[in-house]
Nanobody
Framework: HVQLVESGGGSVQAGGSLRLPCAASGVQVTTNCMGWFRQAPGKEREGVAAMDPAYGRTFYADSVKGRFTISQDNTNNTLYLQMNSLKPEDTGMYYC????????????????????WGQGTQVTVS
């Protein structure tokens, strides 16, 4: 069965960096569309970054463009989110999930179309 495990979260000062791994089992990160989401207290879950490995395409929320990078590593079947120049508004629980590669939905990171959510990892920026 599919299992996603996020890690790498923590507390960091504004301007700092973190890299979040999402270890996958039961699904290949190199052949499946996947994405990263975050949820701040009292707010809805929002898409941060997504990728379609078949076409090498990546998508980012406007709020993180130029600061965050989504990538994959096929040697350990892991999806990554590199986060640089972190801001306090980046604080939240970060999740990875799998998408059925529907182009428009993936590009817009429609939450309801993603599945197999991990348990999340907390990122706090102060």
């Amino acid at each position: 069965h599919v299992q996603l495990v996020e890690s790498g979260g923590g507390s960091v000062q504004a301007g700092g960096s973190l890299r979040l791994p999402c270890a996958a089992s039961g699904v290949q990160v190199t052949t499946n569309c996947m994405g990263w989401f975050r949820q701040a207290p009292g707010k809805e879950r929002e898409g941060v970054a997504a990728m379609d490995p078949a076409y090498g395409r990546t998508f980012y929320a406007d709020s993180v463009k130029g600061r965050f990078t989504i990538s994959q590593d096929n040697t350990n079947n892991t999806l990554y989110l590199q986060m640089n120049s972190l801001k306090p508004e980046d604080t939240g629980m970060y999740y990875c999930a799998v998408h059925p590669c529907l182009e428009a939905s993936l590009m817009m990171m429609v939450t309801e179309d993603f599945g197999y959510w991990g348990q999340g990892t907390q990122v706090t920026v102060s």
